[in-house]
């Protein structure tokens, strides 16, 4: 069932009073006073260019600016869908686009506005003037007190008079994409909604924002608002001032990918900072490893949640801090939540497998996308009578805990991105300098994926390894570029004519390391 209200209208009550202080951003404090009449003022100017119920309004801004916070309060007011072009996002690393992909971003959502603050001004000229179809532009100052303009023109009267609209859609998420071209994920606004009006309660929260707000952890975000508290948004992830920020600022609630968990309970000063304000610490992506959990336990006592999910589903299931405390739970991603339904089903058949069988995690959920923005066949493949199908393996015990096992078609998860080694091994090949390449996922110790990659090198212009990981992060993202690489002088080939791919993965992670490289000799 629906959760009752709009999520934008509870901020704007929220926001109502004797002012306090509500974001803070690099060494600005936001009052809740500012913050009302910035996403007031927003609405005004973007109603004047005609956004409103049926459209989309696209933002391209400092990762992270509090402006994110108010175009988005102010798009949903007026029942409007939100796209952020600043980076291709998933959750807890963002990527910078060209020109070219803003544009594209734009023209598949069908935005009439293009909303931009002051140090992406010359990147949102560029993209206007390549797209097709122009659109409207409002322009932000500093924020959250700066000029706002529409068309140019300043707009300094807040909305005072407007009907409360619901949008159909709260936003179009873009991810990176297994290939590295970002795919458009179509997110209902109650799927948005119901998250926030049931999860802001009446306690406030102090929320650390260290990953994209326009992404998970901006759903988080927008929780804390709407319960009376407060945000400090910051641009990226250390795990020194992670912790010095828990403590100055008493955070109650904070997000961070299972990568920068594992830094953050690794770091010395864990155990020598206040860290008693905490309430939840939300680690999420990949599975975990169990040794470190119970290690970080003992540091985090009764405040680790941990959420599997995807950004086609939400979140799927959880492990509780009370999970936590049981060993034997470790393994497992927790319990999916409430008012969902998962099922495992066999991969060949589509027949549903009983418990303990291993097969793919499929989910049918109210939070769930109901498609990708300009790609049908994407949609029909992944979406199917209204369930999502997850490509990742997984089991179910008798008691509802939910265990995974890898992805399908060798699918390999770095940090939050799903990456189809083929399509890198595509990109390698395009360099040059190589002759083949064979790119595989590598799990360390601690369960996080990495890739690796084998590559046969052209003898008379060889590139060393580190301009292959720039071609790489050049041409798909940062994340998609191999952290090792193994250099063969000719693949070794099967009975069919084809390259043992076994072989060659086998070799390559035991091949020794000699002066940086890693090489194999001998294919045979």
């Known amino acids: 069932m629906e959760a009752p209200g709009h999520y934008a209208a509870r901020i704007l009550d929220r926001l109502v009073g004797d002012p306090r202080p509500v974001v803070y951003w690099r060494d600005t404090v936001i009052s809740t006073v500012d913050l009302r009449d910035a996403v007031l003022r927003v609405a005004a100017a973007l109603r004047g260019l005609g956004a409103g119920q049926g459209t989309t309004v696209a933002v391209l801004t400092e990762v992270n600016s509090p402006w994110m916070l108010v175009v988005r309060y102010a798009v949903h007011l007026l029942g409007a ?7 291709a996002n998933h959750g807890t690393t963002t990527h910078g686009l060209s020109t070219e992909t803003r544009a594209r971003m734009l023209g598949e959502c069908g935005a009439t506005v293009l909303v931009h603050d002051e140090p992406e ?4 000229e560029r993209v206007h003037a390549v797209l097709a179809e122009p659109v409207g532009l409002c322009g932000l100052g500093e924020p959250v007190s700066g000029e706002v303009t529409a068309a140019g023109e300043p707009v300094s009267a807040p909305l005072t008079e407007f009907i409360l609209e619901r949008p159909g859609h709260a936003m179009v998420i873009y991810t990176s994409g297994s290939t590295g071209r ?14 926030v009006m049931a999860e802001s309660g009446e306690q406030p929260k102090n929320f650390l924002a260290v990953s994209a707000v326009s992404h998970t952890g901006g759903l988080l975000v927008d929780v804390a608002v709407a319960s009376g508290g407060s945000v400090l948004l910051r641009s990226g992830f250390d795990p020194a001032a992670f912790l010095r920020d828990i403590e100055l600022h008493r955070i109650t609630d904070t997000l961070i990918g299972v990568p920068q968990f594992y830094e953050l309970v690794n770091h010395p000063d864990v155990r020598r ?8 610490l939300l680690y999420v992506g990949c599975p975990a490893s169990p040794e470190l959990i119970k290690e970080a336990v003992q540091v985090f006592p ?9 950004t086609e589903t939400g979140r799927i299931a959880m492990l509780t801090a009370a999970d936590h405390d049981v060993p034997e739970l470790l393994a497992t991603v927790g319990r999916p939540m409430p008012n969902l339904e998962v099922v495992i089903l066999d991969p060949d058949t589509g027949r549903e497998l009983p418990t303990g069988e291993t097969g793919e995690v499929v989910v049918r959920s109210p939070l ?12 029909e493949k992944v979406l199917r009578d209204g369930w999502v199908h997850t490509r990742d393996y997984g089991s179910l015990d008798e008691h509802g805990y939910l265990r995974l096992f890898g992805r399908m078609n060798d699918m390999v998860k770095v940090h939050d991105t799903k990456v189809h080694p083929s399509e890198v091994e595509k990109v390698l090949v395009g360099h040059r300098g190589v002759v083949d390449a064979y790119v595989y996922p590598h799990r360390r110790a601690n369960l996080v994926e990495e890739l690796h990659a084998a590559v046969v090198l052209r003898a008379d212009e060889t590139p060393d390894f580190a301009a ?8 798909m993202t940062p994340t998609h570029a191999p952290t090792r690489f193994v250099r063969w002088q000719e693949f070794p080939v099967n009975s069919n004519g084809k390259v043992d791919r076994r ?6 992670l035991n091949a020794d390391e000699r002066d940086g490289e890693a090489i194999v000799r001998d294919h045979r």
């Open 368 to 379: 769930s996308m109901d498609g990708y923005v300009a790609d049908p066949e994407l949609t």
């Open 503 to 508: 072989s060659v993965r086998e070799r390559s």
């Open 121 to 124: 001004r010359e990147e949102a």
């Open 81 to 87: 869908t939100v796209v952020y072009v600043s980076g």
């Open 302 to 310: 009764g405040v680790l949640n941990h959420s599997y999910g995807t």
């Open 182 to 195: 970002p795919k458009g994920v179509r997110k209902p606004f109650a799927a948005w909604n119901n998250v």
């Open 273 to 280: 900072t206040d860290l008693t304000s905490l309430r939840r």
């Open 468 to 475: 292959l990981r720039e071609h790489v992060a050049g041409h």
